[in-house]
């Protein structure tokens, strides 16, 4: 009986070393799983993390916000040139000399031309008329008169001629600008408020240097532009 009872107690395949090779088995299996697991779980995160990543980049790239301001940069329109225009006119080296006799009105003088009394109609300028045989004394035409008497009676002068305009009118006049002293005649003339600017048929070669003296004249009220004289009147 007894030993019967000790073969029972202790079968021949359930030894204690058995057991204790089994469980570490188990155990070393579990821990195997369990780090397969984890670093299979990680894996997993991290690449849903890079997908979403990815997707917000996408979006954020193709599909800007309504808050994001977009600026663009639209480049200046150019400024128009403004054209700078002498204030002031001088003769041009060389330019002879021709005495004044005398002055006939605001705007023609007679000069001793190679030994000749001949008149010069100046270019550009027209005065008030004073001596017209069919037309009365107009408006400040004593004033433009007087005025050319002034600066060029007894004065030796330059002529500079224009081919634009021709040597002479068709009264036999010459025709040319008057400088005195080395500086225009017909632009003071017309800045000071005693001539207007008059173009005859062609444009002339200092135009718009003596369109800009008359809108400076006009804009001043001087001479025969002033509201107390001809108020601009031709």
């Avoid at 990815?54 to 040139?81: C, F, G, K, Q």
């Avoid at 109609?121 to 400040?140: A, F």
């Amino acid at each position: 009986m007894s030993k019967l009872y000790k073969e029972r107690r202790t079968p021949d395949y359930a030894t204690d070393d058995d057991s204790k090779v089994i469980t570490k088995w188990i155990l070393a299996i579990s821990l195997v799983v369990a780090v397969f697991y984890v670093f299979g779980f990680l894996a997993i995160n991290n690449n849903n993390k890079e997908e979403s990543s990815n997707t917000e980049s996408i979006t954020a790239t193709t599909r800007p916000s309504d808050e994001e301001t977009v600026t663009v940069d639209i480049p200046d329109e150019p400024e128009e040139e403004k054209e700078e225009l002498e204030l002031e006119l001088y003769a041009s080296e060389g330019l002879p000399y021709y005495y004044v006799i005398s002055v006939t009105d605001g705007d023609t003088i007679r000069v001793n031309y190679n030994g000749r009394s001949t008149p010069v109609r100046m270019i550009g300028i027209d005065t008030p008329e004073t001596v017209h045989p069919n037309k009365p004394v107009e408006c400040y035409g004593p004033e433009s008169s007087e005025y050319a008497r002034r600066h060029l009676s007894n004065k030796s002068v330059q002529l500079e001629f224009d081919n634009s305009q021709g040597m002479t009118d068709k009264y036999g006049r010459l025709l040319a600008y008057v400088y005195v002293d080395g500086v225009s005649y017909n632009f003071h003339a017309i800045k000071d408020g005693y001539a207007y600017e008059y173009t005859y048929n062609s444009a002339y070669k200092y135009q718009k240097e003596f369109m800009f003296a008359e809108s400076e004249a006009e804009s001043e009220n001087r001479g025969l532009w002033s509201p107390s004289t001809c108020n601009g009147r031709h």
